[in-house]
């Protein structure tokens, strides 16, 4: 018998009988429930879809939008997010770039922080 074993025990050895199935449906239908708020995905390829996003953001839904597809119209592209930042100061959420392709447009009370969680340095 090893060190460890003598100051610890030796471990159980678990059988699958042993192991007892929960009932989950009691969560399930709370689980199912509509939630306050969506994290809803865009993908803007002009004006027209603009006034969607407008739309969820007044709803209190967080929209996640694709812009890579407005590279090329630099016109297009500078109209909406001036459009779309209008829109985060009038209801008092935000808005912030996520890479050169995606944009997070919040609603009211909701802020983005612009700092990258990282992991412990040593």
Known sequence: MGFLEKLIGKPERVMPADYEELDLSEY????????????????ITGLNEV????????EGNIVIADIAFLKHDKLT????????KQLADDINGDIVGLGEDYIIITPTGIKVDRNKIRGLRR
């Not at 239908?29 to 993908?43: D, F, L, N, Q, R």
């Not at 592209?77 to 779309?84: H, N, P, Q």
Request: no cysteine; charged share 40%.
């Open 51 to 58: 006034t969607e996003v407008r739309r969820q953001v007044y």
């Open 77 to 84: 592209l500078d109209r909406i997010l001036k459009d779309l």
């Open 28 to 43: 399930e239908s709370e689980i199912a429930g509509e939630a306050a708020t969506y994290v809803k995905v865009a993908e």
